[in-house]
């Protein structure tokens, strides 16, 4: 019940008000006012859908607001990074490399616990060690032979097929190759190279074509191996100019 106003209207003497009859009335010119509770019902239609959406939005202001609290912590920690010191490692490997002998003397002189001779001896030979290494180390492949290529920029001549060759009296085969490794920018041609039978009466062996150019530091040939009588020999390919060997290969015809 909400009482606008406790006096009168009229005379504006007290109102004396009864809460069971609604009502109050002027004790001085008798007026009666009846009083009205304002009590207000109202019907949501869904109600249950409503509460529902409400709590979904809720949740999801919620996640939102931690996501933009972590966000902020994190960008605050990237803003503030933790200084690293630079590695150096490659220097001190490429310092220890060119400048070997160089410590290792100063050890030597300053050791006192050798004679002079023993030092003198250990820091000649690491001297000459370094350079023996310096100057003839060279990493060499085991399957092939080479040689000096005698300018020719032949560096390795292999074969692609190395198991043995099985063919028939006069039969030919061509579908054999050999891969050529050679310096950039050699103009290799056919006739630089040599396919070479240890035995032309048992199989012949020569040049067929052109497989593989593309590459400037590699070349691959075709050749092709004909039998001629039974027996079996051996084939091989050679540089014609210097000494670039490949690997030999059996060749067994029936």
């Not at 692609?160 to 039969?171: A, C, M, P, V, W």
């Amino acid at each position: 019940m909400n009482l606008v106003s406790l006096s009168c209207p009229n005379c504006g003497a007290t109102l004396q008000v009864n809460p069971e009859l609604k009502q109050a009335q002027c004790n001085y010119c008798g007026n009666l006012f009846y009083m009205d509770d304002e009590v207000r019902h109202i019907q949501y239609d869904n109600a249950e859908g409503a509460g529902y959406m409400f709590e979904k939005g809720r949740q999801r202001a919620q996640a939102e607001y931690n996501s933009q609290q972590l966000y902020q912590r994190g960008t605050i920690n990237f803003q503030q990074p933790v200084p690293q010191k630079k590695k150096m490692t490659w220097l001190w490997v490429l310092g220890w490399i060119f400048i070997f002998p160089v410590p290792l003397t100063i050890l030597m002189l300053r050791n006192k616990e050798l004679n002079a001779k023993a030092r003198y001896i250990i820091i000649a030979v690491a001297w000459v060690a370094y350079l023996i290494i310096g100057i003839y180390g060279k990493v060499t492949n085991p399957e092939t032979t080479t040689k000096q290529n005698g300018g020719t920029g032949i560096e390795q001549i292999s074969l692609g097929y190395r198991s043995d060759l099985k063919i028939s009296t006069g039969e030919t085969i061509s579908d054999q190759y050999i891969r050529i490794r050679i310096d950039y920018g050699t103009d290799l041609k056919p006739g630089d190279i040599e396919f070479i039978s240890d035995n032309p009466s048992i199989a012949e062996v020569s040049f067929f074509g052109v497989k593989d150019a593309s590459n400037p530091l590699s070349v691959t040939y075709y050749y092709e191996v004909k039998g001629v009588s039974a027996g079996e020999t051996t084939i091989y390919a050679k540089s014609k100019v210097g000494d670039i060997v490949s690997e030999k290969r059996k060749v067994i015809v029936k």
